[in-house]
Nanobody, 126 residues
Framework: QVQLVESGGDSVQAGGSLRLSCAIS????????MAWFRQAPGKEREGVAFIDTDGTTNYAGTVKGRFTISRDNAKSMLYLQMNKLKPEDTAMYYC????????????????????WGQGTQVTVSS
């Protein structure tokens, strides 16, 4: 069973940076398409960034140019580098995975992803 554990969330001021990490265990990361989602209080969970098994990435328009998703298959780690943070980036951030056999090739709705972490909180103050 795939397990995902996020870390790196914190409270920062607007304009600051954070790097989130997601440790994957229970399977081979290279076989999985990975994504970061976030959910603010009272709002639906939304996709932030996606990375395919071949390293192809795509981003939500609200974070493009500020956030970078990356993966290290050898270390079984997924990362999200977040720069120029804004108060509207405040949310719980979740790591998500889906085996490549399911054909997910871009950032889509949460229900396309089969495995989830527990989340890490990011708070950005103005």
């Amino acid at each position: 069973q795939v397990q995902l554990v996020e870390s790196g969330g914190d409270s920062v001021q607007a304009g600051g940076s954070l790097r989130l990490s997601c440790a994957i265990s229970g399977s081979t990361l290279s076989r999985y398409c990975m994504a970061w989602f976030r959910q603010a209080p009272g709002k639906e969970r939304e996709g932030v960034a996606f990375i395919d098994t071949d390293g192809t990435t795509n981003y939500a328009g609200t974070v493009k140019g500020r956030f970078t998703i990356s993966r290290d298959n050898a270390k079984s780690m997924l990362y999200l580098q977040m720069n120029k943070l804004k108060p509207e980036d405040t949310a719980m951030y979740y790591c998500a995975a889906v085996h490549s056999i399911f054909g997910v090739r871009a950032l889509g709705p949460p229900d396309e992803f089969k495995h989830w972490g527990q989340g890490t909180q990011v708070t950005v103050s103005s």
